[in-house]
């Protein structure tokens, strides 16, 4: 019953005075939030829709608009070889990506949550990198990795490894990349770590109870419990592999060989380099498709592997109870 | 004359306005506030060269009381400022310019401006330089430098070596044979380096010497010119030498530049424009210069790289701009930009810089820039050129030349249709 009230508080104690408040109280939050309501229909609804629009056209920046129809959708698919292949080293990057940075956002966030002494600060100096701005990162990244002189390779070499040359290799230039990318996780190791917060201890506590191991209780106990963290994490990682291109573009211009050239960096060279604005924004709407499509997939599963605590309410009798029972037991 | 004496008269006037501040009556049509008027001028030079620019821009001013050149700086972000100022139609008043068949639509032709006004003396420019600048029969842009490639050598690591330094005539097998005897990996150091990215404009004329060309003439066909033997066999020389390693790859990702390692005497030949003349000789390199070595049997061939001054359409500013290139192309300005080469014969007699051994091969390399480069013949060249710089980079890692370009070929048939 009190859920009610907090959702309308004004339900019951407004209704008298409906009329005044429709005219003018109505429109007042509105207002509060009409900066951000303008910002959002100008600078990102806006362009949205335009780009939809441009991608009807053939519009280069100087010279003629001409309006052709779905001519750039069939060229891509039908007369672009490089389309192809981004969009395979873009797939390629994501199946490695998304699993990786999903374990080692939760394999830190599991390590931040033991009670151990400077786990505060471990915590700063995770997420620091998510804090850098992506153009320092690649900068920082073209050191380490560089053949000659990286610190990588040097490390390597410590171990009588002779490292590759990263970034001018193509074996090993998509690796490099992966790695890379993988130092931006802080803010999903963070939501992991809150994640990981939320669990109740009680339910360890019957799990060792129940002789359940620590790997036992991982999988059964840690893993069920924060899926719909997981599922969060999983879609923004998706999106975030399908999007990725300050590295490519900073940390190995696509190459060698074109081993690196994600999708996002082949529309970013249609519209900036050979300034087919219409064909580039062609582009993105096929990229926004395949994105909406793998988000509706995950979400579609979900219902399969996702545990909502909400969902165990009816429950809720059993587990007080046996938190009682806990307590007893000290 | 006519606009110059206009120019001086608008420059007075302006003068009086930002004299007494009151001039509200001659109130000039395009002044901005204070009476003074601002050209906007775009370069993609950067550090030294840059310096130098806006140095010039100081004299123009000087000379122009009332005016206020704004030197704008866009380095690798050239291309993108420049056609978003185009498309916004808000474009400098005044660029540098080298891609003539992507932006001609957008430039004032200044057929009418370099014919009347004597003061430009355009007979003084080396003619060769103004087929680049137009489209059609129009004018859209006056020479500003040019350069054309040569080959440097490290006199030091010649001499060390017991080598003869080379000379004009000399062929492709004596430069493998000689970068063969300078190559020592116990020491790291290689006899020529290659870069790992070409710009495929730089190589045409290592491949119009052999005889072959990226497009045909008319340019309509690259089928048998882009993946003819002649073309293949040149690229593959170089991919050849890196392969038996008396080159070594240079400016790739994370790599030092050709030049750096030129400069730490690493490699003993590098092949460039003028560009790195100034800091060879800076580095303390005692740097020798040879024209480009010929394929056995077959005349050299150079390729020119040319930076014109153009005027935008929708400059509000063109007599001014007009101005500006003149005095950017005097004779005082030109002494001021080494970086470049002279455009006017009358400087190069002056400063006797054909007869500097350092600077002749530029000037013979000159005499043999006479082929059109493949970007001036077919308006679609930056999407064949993307295929063909796919095919060239791969061959620098070791792919067949011949395989390469000829995927190249049927990767760019669709833009020729």
Known sequence: MARINVLNPQRQTAAPKRLGRKRWGGAAPYLFIFPWIFGFLVFTLGPLLFSLVISFFDWPIVGQVTFVGFDNYVEMFSDDPLFWKSLMITLKFAALFVPLNIIVALGLAMLLNQKVKGSAFFRTAFYLPSVISGVALAMIWSWVYSGDYGILNYFLSVFGIEGPDWLNDTKWSLVAMVIASLWGQGSMMLIFLAGLKGIPKDLYESASIDGAGKIRQFFNVTVPMITPTLLFNLITSIIAAFQQLTLALLLTGGGPLKSTFFYAMYMYENAFKYFKMGYSAANAWFMFLIVLTLTFLVFKSSEAWVFYEGEMKKAKPKHVKRRAAGREGH | ?417
């Open chain 2, 1 to 417: 004359m006519v606009i110059v004496s206009v120019m001086a008269l608008t420059a007075s006037m302006l003068a009086g306005c930002g004299g007494g501040g009151t001039g509200t009556a001659q109130e000039p049509d395009n002044g901005s506030q204070a009476g003074v008027t601002t050209l906007r001028f775009a370069t993609w030079d950067t550090g030294d060269a840059l310096k130098i620019e806006q140095d010039i821009a100081k004299k123009f001013e000087e000379s122009h009381p009332g005016t206020k050149v704004q030197v704008e700086a866009y380095a690798d972000g050239f291309d993108q400022k420049l056609a978003a100022g185009f498309g916004a139609a808000n474009p400098p008043d005044v660029m540098y310019m080298w891609d003539f068949p992507t932006y001609h639509q957008s430039l004032e032709p200044l057929d009418d401006y370099a014919s009347k006004d004597k003061d430009l003396n355009i007979d003084d420019f080396y003619q060769g330089l103004f087929n680049y600048g137009k489209i059609g029969d129009k004018l859209y842009g006056i020479p500003a430098g040019f350069t054309t490639r040569v080959v440097y050598y490290n006199k030091k690591l010649f001499d060390e070596a017991g080598i003869a330094y080379p000379n004009d005539g000399w062929t492709w097998t004596d430069f493998q044979d000689i970068a063969k005897r300078l190559t020592d990996p116990s020491k790291k150091q290689y006899g020529f380096g290659v870069r790992a990215e070409n710009d495929t404009y730089d190589l045409q004329g290592l491949v119009w010497s052999n005889g072959g060309s990226f497009i045909s003439e008319d340019g309509t066909t690259i089928e048998g010119y882009m993946n003819s033997k002649e073309t293949a066999e040149a690229i593959q020389m170089l991919g050849d030498m890196l392969k038996n390693g008396t080159a070594v790859l240079a400016g790739g990702k994370g790599q030092q530049s050709g030049e750096d390692i030129f400069k730490a005497g690493k490699i003993a030949m590098w092949e460039s424009g003028i560009w790195p003349l100034e800091s060879f000789r800076e580095a303390g390199i005692d740097v020798g210069t040879v024209e480009m070595p010929a394929f056995p049997g077959k005349p050299v061939k150079g390729v020119l790289a040319e930076s014109a001054l153009s005027i935008a359409k929708d400059s509000k500013h063109k007599d001014l701009a007009w101005e500006f290139i003149k005095f950017y192309v005097s004779d005082e300005a030109i002494k001021m930009r080494v970086a470049d080469l002279p455009v006017r014969a009358s400087v190069v007699n002056e400063l006797k810089k054909d007869q500097d051994p350092l600077y002749k091969p530029y000037y013979t390399m000159l005499e043999r820039s006479d082929n059109t480069p493949a970007f001036l013949l077919n308006p679609k060249w930056n999407e064949v050129n993307r295929q063909l710089s796919a095919a060239v980079e791969s061959v620098m890692f070791g792919s067949d030349a011949q395989e390469a370009l000829n995927q190249a070929v049927k990767d760019s048939e669709r833009y020729l249709k």
